[in-house]
């Protein structure tokens, strides 16, 4: 899972660290102020030189013990040599501060290699800049470079991870409800062919059931071959019942029979299947807006693959344009070797990740958090 964006993180943080490293255990050069006079210049010689010369018939009287206490400080700080300009290299004071050059240089390595792993431009340009400043205001310890560079990019990847706002908890939600009687809560599932909306259904309800919450299945596509019989076999799987109709039936009557039905006989969720459909097509839309109005859902989820790169940023967009979309789920983590679309998905779409699908069985889901995606694309230190 996101093994790619893990091992060039990991090679880039590396070979800067390395370098930064050796660079530091060079030995510093001097350079004497250009407005050092030649008296300076001798009382700096050093002293069995100085010793060997004869004394000039009249000597200058000698500094004060002020004077000379304080000018051999001001000559060490005149003549500490800040590497390439702007670096205090870790033999001067222990510790490394990284100039302009060598951040800009580090943070563009990151930024192309967050946008290779599918990574959205915009979402790339947050992280690079909040990298820039972190590393620009850090004096970071000449032998823990690698180790606080892992620290200083998982804490960049996080601020914008974390922009991803708060979305509704299903179990509370319909805990909630239940206590005060309003059921069944009606749950819409949307998204595109192929991004396991049937099997997501499936794992969710499995956590319902979990939690005493009885569920029934909706089979309203009506319209993909064999969508019918899919959910008849996920519903037999995790042992709830399914309402259907024939294919070619309106789904939006399928969704209403199962809300009947769920009434009927007090269960308390009802999941609400839909065809797999393009943001592009517009026949397909205008029938899940119309399922939309009928059924009424209370929390609208979309069903994205996280290796659909950023397509799903905009199929996402378009569905919003026409349904308020609640939540997303995130499908097939162990599939996706970049792992940038979960990155762009929490900080650009404006709509909360719910669950992360993590494999085939029916309890391979976890709740979003952004701890999840980090350990497995940056572990901590």
Known sequence: MFNRLKERLSEAIRGFAKKEEESAEEPQETSEPEDTTEAEKQNTAPAKLREAEPEPESAPAAPSKAAQKEKPQNQVEEKIHISLGTKIKGSVLGNVRLGENEVDDFVQNIKVLLLESDVSFET????????RERLLEE???????KSRLVELVRASLEDVMKSNASGPNIIEFVKARKASGQLPVRILFLGPNGTGKTTTMAKVAKLLSSEGISTVFSASDTFRAAAIEQSEYHAKKVGVPIIKSSYGADPASVAFDAIKY???HGIDTVLIDT???????????????KMYRVAKPDITIYVAESTGGNAVLNQVGEFSKSIKVDGIILTKLDCDAKGGNAISIAHSSGIPILFLGTGESYDDMVPYSTDFILDRIIPAA
């Open 275 to 289: 065809a797999g459909r393009q943001e592009t097509n517009r026949n397909l839309l205008r029938e899940v807006e």
């Open 124 to 131: 790339a340009e947050s992280i690079s800049e909040s990298l």
């Open 262 to 264: 769920a009434t009927a």
């Open 139 to 145: 004096h970071i310890g000449a032998r823990d470079m």
